[in-house]
């Protein structure tokens, strides 16, 4: 399906180090797009930028917190100097779940989570939003999660910060449409990654797959093709909603 293809398109994916970010960011380099990475650790966008150009992509690396908006700035603006244009952004950099019981969560903690997933979140947006309202067309998608919308025990933070990212991306999605930029979600469930591998090995993780429909987690590499729709031509009457890959976990 060619409206699926990213040729010719630059994209930016944050948290691209490790994990989902990665996986997204190879799928959307294969998808065609000349790909821009972020993340805290550069070590990890440099095996990230091996990977890729060995297979022919053009890669920018752009280390860094998104919770930092001087920064952010700063990594648009050199996206712009590279390609002239930026076309689709997923934000996916975010802090997990810690499993704390809310009484004892921190001011510290509870304002580093909010930081980084939803003022990190709208950071971004708004300068890629920026150079994709001047060129009148676009597409953000901004990386959720399940939780979100549904309750789970000892991640107030995390889904008060989701919570409002899905939020956001109504807002953003209602206020940008006449201008031609597209604003969506993306709600993975539970899959493998370096990040999860401690909660999934425990009895959170007997309990997470008991609770998924099609009997498992998911492998990092099985989001990107929801990321790759989001961001081509293929979904351009979609803005405003949340795609959810979780299994079926929600629906159980």
Not at 157 to 166: F, I, L, P, R
């Amino acid at each position: 399906m060619t409206d699926m293809r990213l040729d010719d398109k630059t994209a930016w994916v944050t948290g691209a180090g490790k994990g989902l970010g990665r996986a997204i960011a190879v799928a959307l380099s294969q998808a065609g797009a000349t790909v821009a990475v972020t993340a805290r650790t550069a070590s990890d966008l440099e095996r990230l930028e091996s990977e890729l150009a060995g297979h022919g992509g053009k890669v920018l690396v752009l280390p860094g917190s998104v919770a930092d908006s001087g920064a952010v700035r700063t990594m648009v603006e050199r996206i712009t100097d590279w390609t002239g244009r930026l076309d689709a952004v997923v934000n996916c950099a975010g802090v997990s779940p810690h499993f704390t019981r809310s009484e004892y969560v921190t001011d510290e903690d509870w304002r580093h989570v909010l930081d980084i997933n939803l003022a990190g979140t709208f950071y971004c947006c708004r300068e890629a939003g920026k150079v994709m309202l001047e060129q009148g067309s676009g597409s953000i998608v901004n990386v959720s999660s399940v939780h979100a919308s549904t309750g789970f025990e000892r991640i107030a933070a995390y889904a008060a910060s989701k919570g409002g990212v899905e939020a956001l991306t109504k807002s953003l999605a209602v206020e940008w449409a006449e201008r031609g930029v597209r604003v969506n979600a993306l709600a993975p469930g539970y899959f493998h990654t370096d990040l999860s591998s401690g909660l999934l090995a425990s009895k959170w993780g007997e309990r997470i797959v008991r609770s998924t429909p099609l009997g498992r987690v998911g492998s990092a590499e099985e989001l990107g093709g929801a990321a790759v729709f989001l961001a081509s031509d293929a979904s351009r009457f979609v803005t405003g909603t949340t795609l959810t890959v979780d299994g079926g976990w929600t629906a159980w």
